[in-house]
């Protein structure tokens, strides 16, 4: 419930309004409207070249055996219950994110660490945007000069720009226009946290937490989608709480497949090394489908299956010269 919304309670058989907390934002929440699935296409899609901050590793273990309980998630991003002879339809605008670029990702970076500063050129955008530094912002120009010296001293050798101005000044243009190439590379980037009306996010309360449970978009190209943990109340995300340890599991719909084995899941953040994350940074990459366990002291473990995103779904088969039978799903 937004923070606008108010909760009706009644106390002694009258009506009393009382303002709620705002919760954590969930688009399946919204209101939906209503959409025709067509026939899968037959034409093939050239794909871009994903963009993202790292890939998803796990260490491998065995996982003890445990009682669990379920949290239910939607079992497609659209409501629609699954296979059962649903077609599929290409990437929407609404959910695909191939057309983005690292420009765009960088410029909402920007905008979330300094509010209403713009850079001077693309040099100072990757700047302020490539570093984990929080630069005070009585000093960002001071800053951003003093990242253009250190950058031109290991482009050009020079520390002063009164001993070679036309170095300096090509110097410069370089590192500009290294920053332009790179910052115009078309992809979809994965791990920017979601905000007010982005699709296909959702929120689950942890049983016996203050928390909750966030999946949101990653990249469609790469299946991928995103999970942190967010206060129930507030919807403010938070670093994983101390104790909580994410790992992935076998798929208990089919366990004839025999997959069998546990992997336990990093965040994105520790597979760089990071030992210290800003507050409410911290994410995981999951891929679409996936079966997750939540573990935590003293609780049943909490199983949870990742949706699947329907968009695009026929790309996987339509480069393929072949033939295909189609066979009920569930039956």
Not at 236 to 261: C, M, R
Request: charged letters at 25%; aromatic letters at 8%; glycine letters at 8%.
């Amino acid at each position: 419930m937004s923070s606008g919304e108010r909760l009706q309670a009644r106390t002694g058989g009258t009506s009393k309004k009382t303002k709620r907390a705002p919760g954590p934002y969930d688009s399946s929440q919204r209101p939906r409207a209503r959409r025709n699935i067509s026939p899968p296409s037959t034409s093939t899609v050239t794909r871009p070249p994903t963009y993202q901050a790292s890939s998803l590793t796990a260490r491998a273990d065995r996982d003890g055996s445990s009682s669990s309980s379920r949290l239910q998630l939607p079992a497609g991003s659209r409501g629609l219950p699954p296979g059962h002879n649903v077609s599929r339809t290409a990437p929407s605008a609404s959910t695909s994110t191939s057309d983005d670029t690292i420009r765009s990702a960088c410029l909402q970076l920007l905008q979330d660490r300094y509010p209403g500063f713009v850079p001077k050129n693309d040099f100072e955008l990757m700047a302020l945007t490539g570093s984990d530094y929080h630069v005070p912002e009585s000093r960002i120009r001071w800053w951003l000069d003093e990242q253009l010296k250190m950058f031109l001293e290991l482009e050009t050798g020079l520390t002063d720009p009164e001993e070679d101005p036309e170095a300096f000044v090509a110097g410069t243009q370089a590192l500009e226009a290294r920053a332009t190439s790179v910052l115009g590379i078309r992809g979809a980037v994965t791990g920017a946290k979601p905000k007010p009306g982005t699709p296909n996010v959702f929120c689950r309360p942890i049983p016996g937490s203050p928390y909750s449970i966030r999946l949101f978009p990653g990249s469609i190209v790469r299946r991928e989608y995103c999970l942190d943990f967010v206060h129930t109340q507030t919807g403010q995300p938070l670093n994983t709480p101390a104790g909580f340890e994410l790992w992935i599991a076998p798929e208990t719909f089919t366990p004839w497949l025999g997959v069998t084995g546990t992997m336990r899941l990093r965040s994105l953040e520790a597979m760089f090394g990071k030992s210290i994350v800003r507050a409410g940074e911290e994410k995981f990459v999951l891929r679409d489908g996936q079966t997750s366990i939540l573990k935590r002291p003293g609780h049943k473990d909490l199983r949870f299956k990742v949706p699947v995103r329907i968009d695009g779904l026929e790309n996987a088969d339509s480069s393929r010269d072949e033939d295909h039978l189609e066979f009920p799903e569930f039956v």
